[in-house]
């Protein structure tokens, strides 16, 4: 038995919006997992509603081997980062901590010290004093967190807690809350639209559009192994490039070129979907690219350009090659590194 | 420094209503400062005179009405009682009834909600028949009960409440929930300490609406131990002479005077609060 479990899950909104379909996952203890998905695919309402915070329509969830679906979250034992962290404009840093556990009828002594123990694992102990108000965004991030661990719950829930944050400092906090998870161990489901927060954090993730678990695996798995377009156009940066064809009898042709012996049985109009990154020059390639526009990253080149009627299309390649705009480059796939997907339902074939 | 013409008109404007607001009040102090004879012979003073003592001490202590009884300093320990009854409760019952109506959101929320707004269409002197048949058949005429009760329910204050509730965003509510308030915490924990500067200005408000009120105390009470200081302006200090009844005008504006202390101290009090209720919400 999981630690977390999902059972067909349903959300129907009172305005009849269908939110989540007959979802099921497990998490496991310690886990971390992570729900990505574009805006508005119900990661949030998932979330909440293992929460508590909003009814269950159908389905069981369990938690810790218990069914949750009616209990309070106020008894639930879980704790929720939100996005704009909801700290408690009142009441100073340490209230702001303590509250939870004051709540839970801990003693003074106690509150104290797990209070000091959060901040100083969190490094906020010189504004235990402040008001939230007073605090910067970063700053905030760690007090909405801190009040997280302090009660050392079953289960952290993070609603996308770093999009309010700069660039430069969500990626540090994305790294200090994997620290954090991994030194203090609870499980955490942590929701985010952005697939490099999704890639980096997961022990495993689930990939979820419109209302339903598309994929659900460790990072690297989804990223070698997406089992439809929508996944295999989601994780991965840049975004895989997808060229019209059409497979007959294991030969797939697309915009100007062949691919034989394609490992798939199907037949019919298919996408073709190959990743910047699986690709690399040589004198006779399958692909020719005539180069329009080239970034530099330094680490790395983005070249894009036209090949055949597909426009836009990506290739990476070392920073330390030098190709010129206007250029054409002869372009090989590396160990069959491409996938093909059934153009009418978006399903991968091969 | 520059001074623009705009702002001296400003201050022009500025004082001319302080003095407006000023003058009547320091006339009625000065004119409290001599003897009656003086003001109905001369008109009201403006400078000051040498009967303060006398006419203060004469208002405080002597007993008036028709049972000789009542001073007014009994009566001011009545309007007090009332105001501050009125003015505690509508407060508590205000906040409370806009709690419920914001955040459970029970069937019948916003007719209720509108139904307690169109109260204010309906103000105490156009019910004063049916509130006096009800507080009467309670047996409630002639106690602070009484006096106190029928005023306090307050569509204006639930009104504010809702609004400034309406604006707290519901994660805090939620993240107090996982941290495992239940509804009567977070009403004491976070909405009361959120809103103790609409609680002050209402508070204000509230007091001298009571301590102002004047028919309802009127019909309320027979027994002159409960009257209160606005009934008292027109009742006591009237002297008798071969059944004429004669004003002892000196003694009036002294009681006047006295009878603005307890409102101003309250703003007094608690106008810190009072005006950052009104012109921010702290969030
Ligand atoms: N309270 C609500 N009432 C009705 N529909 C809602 C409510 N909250 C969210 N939705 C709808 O449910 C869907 C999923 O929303 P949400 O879970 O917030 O998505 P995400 O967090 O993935 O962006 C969206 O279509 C959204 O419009
Ligand atoms: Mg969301």
């Known amino acids: 038995m999981s630690f977390l479990e999902l059972n067909k899950v349903t959300k129907i909104y009172p305005n009849g919006t269908k939110a989540v379909h007959e979802t099921s996952m497990n998490v496991e203890n310690g886990e971390f997992m992570v729900f990505v998905g574009p805006s508005g695919c119900g990661k949030s309402t998932l979330l909440r509603m293992i929460a508590g915070l909003e009814d269950i329509t159908e389905g069981n969830i369990n938690l810790d081997g218990i069914l949750i679906n009616k209990v309070d979250p106020s008894e639930r034992d879980i704790a929720m980062v939100f996005q704009n962290y909801a700290l408690y404009p009142h009441m100073n840093v340490y209230n702001n901590l303590a509250y939870g556990l004051k709540n839970r009828g801990i003693s003074k002594e106690d509150i104290e010290k797990k209070v000091n123990?959060?901040?100083?694992?969190?490094?906020?102990?010189?504004?235990?004093?402040?008001?939230p108000s007073m605090l910067s965004g970063g700053q905030r991030q760690r007090v909405a967190m801190g009040r997280a661990i302090v009660r050392s719950p079953k289960i952290f829930l993070f609603d996308e807690p770093l999009s309010n944050l700069d660039a430069k400092l969500r990626i540090q906090m994305r790294l200090e809350i994997k620290k954090l998870q991994q030194k203090v161990g609870v499980t955490s489901i942590f929701v985010t639209h952005d697939q490099v927060e999704a890639m980096t954090l997961a022990d495993r993730l689930a990939v979820i559009n419109n209302g339903l678990i598309e994929q659900l695996g460790t990072p690297i798995e989804i990223y070698n192994n997406p089992k439809s377009m929508f996944v295999a156009g989601f994780i991965g940066?840049?975004?895989?490039?997808?060229?019209?064809?059409?497979?007959?009898?294991?030969?797939?042709?697309s915009e100007g070129f062949e691919i034989n012996n394609v490992t798939s049985d199907f037949n019919g109009p298919v996408i073709l979907g190959i990743r910047p990154e699986h690709m690399s020059q040589t004198d006779k390639g399958l692909i020719n690219l005539s180069v329009d526009l080239v970034?530099?990253?330094?680490?790395?080149?983005?070249?894009?350009?036209?090949?055949?009627?597909k426009k836009d299309f990506c290739f990476r390649c070392p920073g330390s090659q030098i190709i010129k705009k206007g250029s054409k480059l002869s372009l090989n796939i590396n160990d069959n590194n491409y996938y093909v997907f059934d153009k009418s339902n978006g399903n991968r074939v091969n | 420094m520059k001074i623009k013409l705009s702002q001296i008109l400003a201050h022009i404007v500025l004082i001319l209503g302080v003095l407006l607001m000023v003058i009547p009040i320091w006339l009625s102090f000065a004119s409290s400062t001599h003897d009656t004879v003086t003001i109905l012979k001369e008109g009201m003073k403006f400078g000051l005179g040498d009967q303060l003592t006398r006419n203060y001490n004469e208002v405080l202590n002597e007993k008036g009405g028709w049972s000789e009884e009542v001073t007014a300093a009994k009566m001011f320990i009545n309007s007090f009682i009332m105001a501050l009854g009125i003015a505690t409760l509508k407060v508590i019952i205000s906040a409370m009834s806009a709690y419920a109506l914001v955040y459970f959101r029970f069937k019948f929320a916003v007719p209720i909600f509108w139904l307690i707004f169109i109260t204010l269409l309906v103000p105490l002197e156009v019910r004063i028949f049916p509130s006096y048949k009800i507080v009467s058949d309670l047996g409630l005429t002639n106690s602070?009960?009484?006096?106190?009760?029928?005023?306090?329910?307050?569509?204006?204050?639930?009104?504010?409440?809702r609004q400034f509730y309406k604006t707290i965003p519901d994660e805090l509510l939620e993240s107090a929930k996982l941290d495992g308030a239940n509804s009567w915490r977070f009403f004491i924990d976070f909405l009361v300490p959120l809103s103790k500067t609409m609680i002050a200005a209402m508070f204000i408000f509230m007091f001298v609406y009571g301590y102002s009120q004047y028919l309802w105390p009127l019909i309320m009470t027979t027994s002159e131990e409960y009257w209160t200081v606005v009934m008292g302006m027109k009742i006591i200090f009237t002297e008798s002479y071969e059944g004429v009844a004669l004003p002892r005008t000196a003694?009036?504006?002294a009681y006047i005077i006295l009878s603005m202390i307890p409102p101003v101290l309250v703003v007094v009090f608690l106008q810190k609060w009072f005006i950052k209720g009104l012109i921010q919400t702290e969030k």
């Open chain 1, 117 to 131: 123990e959060a901040a100083k694992l969190l490094q906020i102990s010189e504004y235990l004093q402040r008001k």
């Open chain 2, 144 to 161: 602070y009960t009484g006096l106190v009760l029928p005023l306090v329910a307050s569509a204006t204050a639930t009104f504010f409440f």
């Open chain 1, 295 to 309: 970034e530099q990253l330094g680490s790395d080149n983005l070249i894009y350009g036209e090949i055949k009627n």
């Open chain 1, 237 to 253: 940066s840049p975004q895989m490039n997808f060229l019209e064809g059409e497979l007959k009898n294991k030969t797939l042709t």
């Open chain 2, 251 to 253: 003694e009036r504006f």
